[in-house]
């Protein structure tokens, strides 16, 4: 498997749409944050209709023997809610004012700004046998703890006159993993993940309070040793019958890496065809790719001060 290549289409998944052009939090289409990949709380998820999953499935096929091994990698990011707290005095240390008075918002163009950020995450199933997921579904648990930290703001004579504020809610889930013997050589292999969080209030609760306890931009790596998948999409005969049974919910599994190779499998959030590639006019990481073209100079000389301040302040 082509490691580099697979982490950077992984990569763009996991940051697409998270922020868009004129990447400011004001726009419209940044107010409302993580429409990709949200896997909700349980209880919140149940009271909801549409969409709104706490759940995953992935189903796939891959050829090989008992001794085939699979490894999984399920990546996602974890909401951050970043406010601004504000001191009545400005101060040289912390410790010279313990209670600044809080502001959730500020008003547009003025930094910081209050905004939802996100922290990388990951859960590892490492390689473990086909035999042994035929014999036994694996479940592996994983809890994120809360979290709170504190960034002082100085002003221009280095007094501290705010404090971002940035927390995180737990979150606590499961992986599954299990394999179905279809034909000779040939299984099914099905991964779940689970967001098994209970919600504070789930009637009542916003979905900005909800995307606070869910797995965002969730996505998953699945690769394969001794064996090889097949795609869903161009699958050989002979195989054709048995995926018209893999049941995927809110995933869609594509082969992923060199063009060929049948090695790894990306089960992605967004409809991608087998084996995609970041554009080669994307020089670095940035993963707003269909509108890359709006990032030319001109555009940006059109923006006020105010304007791209915002920008700045929006990570």
């Not at 096929?61 to 005095?89: D, H, N, P």
């Not at 004579?157 to 040939?186: F, H, M, P, Y």
Request: glycine residues 6%.
């Amino acid at each position: 498997m082509n490691a580099k290549l697979v982490e950077e289409i992984a990569n763009a998944v996991l940051y697409e749409g998270y922020m868009l052009y004129p990447y400011r939090p004001s726009s419209v289409k940044n107010r409302q944050r993580w429409n990709f990949g949200v896997v909700y709380p349980k209880n919140y998820s149940e009271l909801q209709t549409g969409s709104d999953l706490w759940n995953t499935q992935t189903e796939c096929l891959a050829s090989g023997t008992a001794e085939t091994t699979i490894t999984v990698k399920v990546r996602f990011l974890q909401g951050i809610s970043r406010s601004v707290a504000e001191l009545e005095t400005p101060v040289l240390e912390l410790m010279d004012q313990p209670s600044p008075r809080l502001r959730t918002s500020s008003p547009a163009g003025e930094p910081p700004q209050a905004w939802q950020e996100g922290a990388e995450r990951d859960v590892v199933i490492e390689s473990i046998s086909i035999g042994c997921l035929l014999a036994e579904t694996l479940s592996q648990a994983f809890t994120l703890p809360s979290s709170s930290a504190t960034e002082p703001v100085r002003d221009a004579e280095a007094r501290i006159v705010k404090l971002i504020v940035r927390n995180q809610e737990s979150i606590s889930g499961r992986v599954t993993l299990s394999a179905k013997s279809l034909k000779e050589g040939l299984f099914k292999i099905t991964l779940t993940v689970l967001n098994d969080t209970s919600l504070a209030d789930p009637d009542t609760a916003s979905r900005d309070r909800a995307v606070m306890q869910s797995l965002l931009s969730a996505h998953s790596v699945l690769s394969v040793e001794y064996g090889d998948f097949f795609s869903l999409l161009d699958t050989p005969e002979g195989v054709k019958e048995y995926v018209a049974h893999c049941k995927n919910i809110g995933t869609w599994p594509v082969l992923v890496g060199e063009d060929g190779c049948r090695d790894a499998m990306l089960s992605s959030p967004i409809i991608l065809y087998d084996y995609p590639q970041i554009a080669p006019e994307s020089a670095g990481d940035l993963f707003d790719g269909t509108e890359i073209d709006e990032i030319l100079a001109l555009r940006i000389l059109t923006l006020t001060e105010s304007e791209k301040e915002e920008m700045r302040q929006g990570d």
